[in-house]
């Protein structure tokens, strides 16, 4: 399974566009790019997921690059509720067991 | 809403203790999930159960056993606590059908144990 690789925290304006970029450069033909994100004190929440194209839902959105080696999670109007550590995962559809979280990118939005 | 509780939001025992962690969740989820997080580790698997009385390791099963005796209900147990097993433990359930039918994975969290071990 590919690991991924995110910066360890970002800073953004309440109201301005949060980009959210991952390395997941070993990731295989058949794994998913999971985002999810957890706020203090919360059990994490899932935000989106992709596989090839570009996603996007009520949330947020997801970029994958055509290599599929990055993605970016876009939270297009970032608000104060949106501070939270964010997490890029790949996964295999098919085995539960390898859902790898990681560290995280801690997102400040300040106002 | 789904809706996945864990008994404790937080726990303090002592070592040698043996404890037990619980986790329901209301929606008729095939799959359980227990992680523990800690700083700097992020989230790991320590089992997960995709069904009633199955059970399987995830990356860091030592020193934890589980129970799934009810669909709704998936336990934790501690056998001896130690110091090392102080973390805030999450739950989470997942629907079984999705991931065939729409590669949909999303698993939802309970709000979390942080247990200390004296």
């Known amino acids: 399974d590919a690991k991924t690789t995110q910066p360890t925290s970002m800073d953004c304006a309440e109201g301005r566009a949060a980009n959210l970029p991952c390395n997941h450069s070993t990731i295989s033909g058949n794994e998913y790019v999971y985002w999810y994100r957890q706020i203090h004190s919360q059990g994490p929440q899932y935000i989106i997921h992709g596989l090839k194209n570009n996603e996007t839902n009520e949330m947020a959105s997801l970029i994958i690059t055509e290599d599929r080696k990055s993605s970016t999670l876009i939270l297009p109007h970032a608000t104060l509720r949106d501070t939270a550590v964010y997490y890029c995962i790949v996964r295999d559809l098919y085995n539960f067991n390898k859902f790898y979280f990681g560290s995280g990118t801690k997102l400040n939005v300040k106002p | 809403d789904v809706k996945v509780t864990q008994s404790s939001r937080y726990l303090v025992k002592r070592t040698g203790e043996k404890v037990f962690l619980e986790c329901v969740q209301d929606m008729d989820h095939e799959n359980m999930f227990w992680y523990r997080q800690d700083p700097g580790l992020g989230l790991r698997l320590i089992y997960f159960?995709?069904?009633?009385?199955?059970?399987e390791k995830g990356d860091i099963p030592e020193g934890y056993s589980v129970s799934r005796e009810k669909k709704e209900r998936f336990s934790l147990i501690l056998e001896s606590a130690s110091t090392n097993q102080t973390s805030m433990y999450l739950c989470a359930s997942s629907l079984e059908w999705l991931i065939w039918t729409s590669g949909i994975a999303e698993q939802f969290f309970g709000p979390g144990t942080r247990l200390t071990v004296l």
């Open positions: 159960s995709y069904d009633v009385k199955m059970k």
